[in-house]
């Protein structure tokens, strides 16, 4: 859909610029006069080449996402066509990227494509998950049950992401506030107090000795060893993009002492809450495990919803492979047996998700708890390595006189 640069007026005289989304012109102009605004130019920009880098730079978060989607949900079940609420969101939204996006869907829309198929044009936004409960919701033609559906699913992953960002932001402060104080006592603090034990020739213990070799070290080499760091973090970013090394490093995160139980608790829940929300949509059992697989975003998570969708369709029980697996809590496969058994899978996998985001919720409270004193601890052994290689060194010179 074409993007329009304008330049208007509001009542009060004052000049206004800024982008609008129109299927033409005529339509771009009529959105502004509602505004208020009296045009004074309007050209289409859609292809100049700061247009094109507001939308590589400006990205779709969740939380617009989680907005579009509940936004959506409430005009279609009031009945609005589909067109016409796309449209309006694309004025409501915020986002400019999004803008831009929804004004593409609404105007295949309205050409004659199904949503579900236009949404699918935006890969880069809109995942697989999404476009197949839209899909699902069409086929059945319960579009306004879906899209709530949709949205609550996506507001409590939204939340649950959003907790774990919040509970990391204290601990991440806290480290980066003690390398960085480390690193000026290092460069600029300890030469001073460590040259007055130098010049008295006197033996010094091995600590003093490690903490003027490292701060000499630091003062010299500083650029190498920020060198080393960003090189060491390129090297580890191509190597997590590897098959290889994204499947060690998502082995390491569920073998991690506390965190491990943490992360295998999200990607269960991710995964009975993205397949429970598939098969309440309507989408059959092997379509769901394939979409879900992806959406769990481990793979050693993946390869098990893979082996499980294989084991289906040889004709085994959704919970044999799971069963046989390591990284699974027994009660999982358990519930998933009687939910099969009773024909209320659907049910089942609500509970065990609810139960896991409970879990979730309080390991992550509790982690909060854990690392403060743990925290503690570290800039206690900090301190005192600095005693005992500064201060007790200058103590005992200052009592030789």
């Known amino acids: 859909m074409p993007i329009y640069q304008y330049r208007a007026e509001d009542k009060n005289g004052r000049s206004k610029t800024g982008k609008i989304v129109g299927l033409n012109d005529k339509e771009a102009e009529s959105k ?69 996006i929804v004004a593409d869907i609404a105007l295949d829309v309205d050409s004659g494509a199904l949503l579900s198929d236009a949404f699918a044009r935006q890969p880069q936004v809109f995942s697989a998950f999404f476009v197949n409960i839209i899909k699902s919701g069409e086929t059945s033609g319960k579009l306004d049950e879906v899209l709530n559906y949709l949205a ?32 000026i006592l290092m460069v600029y603090v300890i030469p001073n107090l460590t040259s007055i034990l130098t010049e008295t020739g006197l033996a010094l213990p091995w600590s003093t000795r490690v903490v003027i070799w490292t701060s000499n070290f630091l003062r010299n080499f ?82 098990l919803i893979m082996e499980t969708l294989q084991s289906i369709k040889d004709g085994n029980p959704l919970a044999t492979v799971f069963e046989d697996s390591d990284y699974i809590p027994k009660m999982v496969p358990q519930m998933i047996s009687v939910g099969e058994r009773s024909g209320k899978i659907e049910v089942v996998l609500e509970k065990i998700s609810d139960f896991y985001t409970r879990e979730s919720s309080a390991m992550l409270n509790n982690l909060s708890t854990i690392m403060e004193p743990l925290i503690m601890v570290i800039m206690g052994i900090g301190v005192a390595i600095m005693v005992a290689a500064v201060i007790l060194p200058m103590y005992n010179l200052g009592q030789q006189f």
């Open 32 to 100: 502004l006069r509602k505004k208020d605004l009296a045009v004074v130019s309007l050209k289409e920009a859609g292809q100049s080449f700061w247009i094109k880098l507001s939308l590589l730079i400006q990205r779709v978060r969740s939380k617009d996402l989680v907005i579009f989607s509940r936004q959506f949900s409430v005009m279609i079940s009031a009945n609005m066509p589909v067109v016409e609420s796309l449209m309006i969101l694309v004025d409501q939204t915020n986002n400019f990227a999004l803008k831009s």
């Open 152 to 183: 609550d699913e996506m507001e409590k992953n939204y939340d649950m992401v959003s907790k774990i960002k919040g509970a990391m932001v204290y601990p991440v402060f806290i480290i980066c506030g003690l390398v960085g104080v480390g690193l």
């Open 222 to 303: 500083l650029w190498l060893v920020i060198l080393l760091l960003v090189g060491a973090g390129f090297l580890l970013r191509f190597y997590l993009k590897t098959a290889t090394g994204r499947r060690n490093f998502d082995l390491l995160k569920i073998k991690l002492p506390v965190f491990g139980r943490l992360f295998k608790y999200i990607y269960l829940m991710r995964f009975t809450r993205s397949l429970n929300t598939l098969l309440k949509g309507g989408v059959t059992i092997t379509k769901s495990l394939e979409i879900t697989a992806d959406v769990v975003r481990n793979e050693i998570f993946r390869e």
